[in-house]
């Protein structure tokens, strides 16, 4: 196919050597005309393993050149690729200005364009982009985004250093687009990478780059802070991250990767507070371990005020253990949920198959006893009783009943803080991050 891109910098060159080596023919454009010389002098714009060698060789063989004429390698093409870059401003936003001025000089260039054609956003944007991105191209164009041209999201994966081998072998190749036609298109293009192509929502697509680069840098400040506890106790840190990465089961998978409520329970709270107070003792500053049990009260403070939100009083809550399969109440969430219910005046309702009054004794009774709870006065012999006596319903855990009440009470509202699937989720449905 012939290609154009949109901004010759690190992925816009990458992209330009990497695509022509696949077998198209890429024209880029960008505002320096020291960019624009270097390709057509067959040398890349940046530094970078192997793209030099890539430039070089399609430049010889007439398969990839650049120009200012941002008019005719639109008309030139078939799909074009915005590369350009997305700067942070002062209050950490992004600068936009570059992509919208592409998809603006785009939709000039569209007018007197018959064919259809795909326009593909490569830069890391913020959700909402690609909307602004069409309606620009739409008013510049008087052309009608879906039908004459479609938008694509498509995020790099691209690391310095490995890009050209990054971009031949991704963990994968997303795509985002309302156009079935463009998203077609693009799965032409990359049939021959071999990775899941997955296609999502729009903003889906545009958000994962920032998701990724945040749990990265979270993963190299983590390390840095247990490597900073270890040193002072006189333990190799590497040995101990060496082991905590050899847990593919937990530790470096998708287990606990999953938005919802609170953790809780006898460990957790009870090991991450060690390892903080660990660090104090040595006078180090742990910023992130020290801010996950305060982001941990803050999830617990969001599913109160989606409860209150609803302005009802009669609350239910299916499952109040720690978490399923447990009798153990030891530092529950919803231990704490149910607390604030109660010292606000709610009149609150609890069904939970593992927890009998008659059976909590040692930790347990003497936790709930601290925490000022009698559950024997609120705990309900089933869940249909629940149902029959509250307005909002909170569930915590999952039990075969559940579906059907949840049909039969079509009235109750119903805060869900575990992502229950096979739901219909109508108006009275709220999800705790979803």
């Not at 007018?111 to 913020?126: A, E, G, L, P, Q």
């Not at 795509?175 to 999502?200: D, F, Q, R, W």
């Not at 400040?221 to 190799?236: H, L, R, Y």
């Amino acid at each position: 196919m012939n290609i154009s891109i949109f901004g010759l910098g690190y992925v816009g060159c990458v992209s330009m050597g990497c695509l022509a080596d696949m077998g198209h023919k890429v024209i880029g454009t960008d505002k320096s005309s020291v960019k624009i010389n270097l390709i057509n002098s067959g040398k890349p714009t940046i530094i970078e393993k192997g793209i030099d060698k890539l430039i070089a060789k399609y430049h010889s063989e007439s398969t990839i050149a650049a120009t200012m004429d941002v008019n005719y390698v639109v008309n030139e093409s078939e799909i074009s690729i915005i590369c350009v870059g997305t700067p942070a401003l002062k209050d950490g936003k992004l600068n936009l200005e570059y992509i919208f001025n592409c998809a603006k000089e785009i939709g000039l260039a569209l007018r007197n364009k018959n064919d259809f054609h795909t326009i593909v956003i490569r830069s890391t944007v913020i959700p909402g982009t690609n909307q602004k991105v069409g309606e620009i191209i739409s008013s510049e164009s008087g052309k009608i985004k879906n039908k004459d041209f479609g938008v694509v999201s498509n995020p790099e994966f691209l690391r310095e250093g490995s890009a050209v081998k990054d971009f031949f072998n991704p963990p994968l190749t997303l795509l985002g687009s309302e156009s079935s036609n463009a998203l077609l298109i693009m799965k032409e293009i990359y049939k021959e990478i071999p990775a899941e192509i997955v296609e999502t929502d729009v903003k889906v697509a545009e958000i994962i780059k920032y998701v990724n680069n945040s749990y990265h840098a979270l993963k190299i400040s983590f390390a840095n802070e247990v490597g900073n506890i270890c040193k002072e106790i006189g333990i190799d840190s590497y040995k101990v991250m060496d082991i905590f990465c050899k847990d593919k089961k937990l530790n470096i998978s998708d287990y606990y990767f999953r938005p919802g409520f609170a953790y809780g329970g006898s460990c957790l709270p009870k090991d991450l507070g060690a390892m903080v107070a660990l660090s104090k003792e040595y006078e180090l500053e742990s910023y992130v371990l020290s801010a996950i049990d305060l982001s941990n009260e803050y999830q617990k403070k969001m599913a109160f005020n989606i409860i209150r939100n609803t302005n009802k009083r009669k609350i239910g809550i299916v499952g109040i253990t720690f978490k399923p399969g447990t009798d153990d109440l030891r530092y529950s969430p919803m231990i704490d949920i149910l607390k604030w219910l109660i010292q606000d005046n709610y009149s609150v309702s609890v069904f939970d198959e593992n927890v009998r009054t008659s059976l909590l004794m040692g930790a347990n009774k003497e936790y709930t006893h601290n925490m000022g709870l009698k559950l024997d006065e609120i705990l309900l012999p089933s869940m249909e009783e629940l149902f029959n006596k509250s307005e909002v319903v909170v569930i915590s855990q999952i039990y075969n009943e559940l579906f059907n009440l949840i049909d039969k009470y079509k009235d109750r509202i119903i805060i869900d803080f575990v992502r229950i699937s096979g739901i219909n989720t109508g108006e009275n449905y709220i999800g705790i991050c979803w």
